[in-house]
């Protein structure tokens, strides 16, 4: 299935999955009413990261496009340094995100396949812009935390209108074939393209941003697991190296969170008052 017609499909689940909490708390709907720049965000960071990484895989080889791709958790770590009230970023926290993407990278060079052609640059640029979009999305979220969670289902839905205007636009429709694609389908916009984005949301308004930016790199193991447990794949000693450095790589993370500063703020926030 192209991946514009399958994101305005799997979108266009996920959104009406957040509208039909809805039936049961009708003031869910009120979340709609943001400001413009709200909006824009949120368009801005469904929307554009999934169409700068479709255009990424159409102009680049998947695994260099996808391994570029992966910065988006070090720059998460990173770009939360600008965020104002939060506790100052530690070493613990680079050097945990640093280990997660020497993870990442063993991950995918020992598939024997990846190398970078100057011919695919316009591919890498568009992985490496979409990283920070995603980045820029999550962090930049936490700056309006005030907004519902609930408003991701309207993002969900605008992204899957402008995926179908570009589906028309580029690709030839495509439909899935019996009952289990069928399945599959549903099972993407309920899962990764639905409850994701918004226990997404959540964890970036409410939790660690810093240890959610490193736990993240173990996406692509996660998903390389499951291959090898279903038979798609093979384990490898790289498969293995992968876990340990990106294991590794949270519990230092994890470390750097629980530990007080020494300025005397909390990891969860900025100083307290003492006479308070």
Known sequence: ?????????TFAIGGLLGC????LRPSGLAALRQPV???????GGLFGYHALYFTALR???????????????????????????EAGLRRGHVIGALLGLSGVVALFAGRG????????????????????VWAGYSVLSRRVGAVPT????????????????????????????????WIALVALGLGPVGAAFYLWDIGMKRGDIRLLGVSSYAAPVLSTLILVATGFAAATPALGLACLLIVAGAVVAARAALTPAASGASPAGPPRNPRR
């Open 150 to 181: 609930d408003a991701v289902a309207g993002f969900c839905l605008a992204t899957a209108v402008l995926s179908l205007l570009c589906h028309l636009a580029f690709e030839r429709t495509v439909w899935p074939e019996g009952a289990t694609q």
């Open 37 to 43: 720049a709200v909006w824009a965000l949120g368009i």
């Open 1 to 9: 299935m192209p991946p514009f017609q399958l994101a305005a499909m």
């Open 59 to 85: 102009l680049a080889p998947p695994a260099e496009a996808g391994l570029l791709n992966y910065l988006w958790p070090l720059l998460i770590v990173l770009l939360s340094a600008t965020l104002p009230g």
């Open 20 to 23: 039909a909490s809805w039936i």
């Open 113 to 132: 396949d990846l190398h970078f052609a100057a011919g695919a640059l316009p591919g890498y640029a568009a992985s490496f812009a979409c990283a920070f």
